[in-house]
């Protein structure tokens, strides 16, 4: 009889160190959402207040009319899916492609899609910054809250602007670190507190919520963000900070 593989646990992982070191993050950040895949969704719009969802339906509000009905997307750190699914009605005759780096988040959006009957969609594993597509292949590329979770997320823009068609369009949500040192502290604070909460309550471990605001103290500005969009080869069209600079839409272009 095959013994069944044990469930992922961050309780063996420090959490700074391995958000220190490029060559262990990702490890940590991979096990993390395998965990919280499940109640990823409850919690992303409970932790939110619901403003989740007004921030994404303003984010692909940006980009409807920048994409042809036709178009070949991608959404990196695609998750559960949420994000995929809303962009595959803006292209029907075009092919949407979600791809995360967590095994789990990816059966959860399968599962989505097969339930849904949604025919435009496909989910695979991967990670953002070594994109399995051909340069200058797609027409729109989506990020929810996946920049500030990646070993080098200036490694992942340049992977963009690889894969983008010239005048081909990002649209990213993310958190971002306030440049307010006062309203820093708060938001942090704030963010620590109930994020450890929530995590101990809902997993057994305080680290899976705590995490946000760890690496969100370790993150940039929205201002750098955008600067970074720049030199990584991508125009920024419009910026709209949340939150007093806690989080931002960016919805930027690859440069001709």
Request: glycine share 8%.
């Amino acid at each position: 009889m095959t013994t069944p593989a044990a469930p992922p646990t961050l309780r063996n992982m420090d959490l700074e160190e391995h958000l220190n070191d490029p060559s262990k993050k990702q490890h940590y950040v991979t096990t993390m959402f395998d965990i919280i895949a499940p109640k990823y969704d409850w919690f992303t719009r409970a932790f939110s207040f619901g403003m989740d969802s007004a921030w994404k339906k303003e984010l692909l509000g940006h980009v409807k009319d920048k994409v042809k009905p036709d178009g070949n997307c991608i959404d990196l750190a695609s998750g559960t899916g949420d994000l995929s699914v809303a962009v595959s009605k803006i292209v029907p005759q075009g092919r949407e492609t979600g791809i995360d780096i967590s095994p789990e988040m990816v059966k959860i959006a399968k599962a989505r899609i097969e339930k849904d009957g949604v025919p435009n969609v496909t989910f695979q594993v991967g990670d953002m910054t070594a994109i399995d597509l051909p340069d200058a292949s797609v027409d729109l590329v989506t990020i929810g809250y996946g920049l500030r979770n990646v070993p080098d997320f200036k490694a992942a823009l340049r992977q963009i602007a690889r894969v983008l068609k010239p005048g081909g369009i990002l649209a990213n949500l993310d958190f971002a670190r306030p440049r307010n040192g006062l309203w820093r502290f708060m938001y942090l604070t704030y963010l620590t507190i109930t994020g450890n909460i929530a995590g101990w309550w809902m997993h057994g471990e305080g680290a899976v919520y705590g995490y946000i605001s760890r690496s969100i103290a370790k993150f940039v500005t929205w201002q750098d963000l955008s600067k970074a969009m720049e030199e990584c080869g991508l125009e920024v069209l419009v910026t709209s900070p949340k939150l007093l600079g806690g989080v931002c839409l960016h919805v930027a272009r690859r440069k001709a």
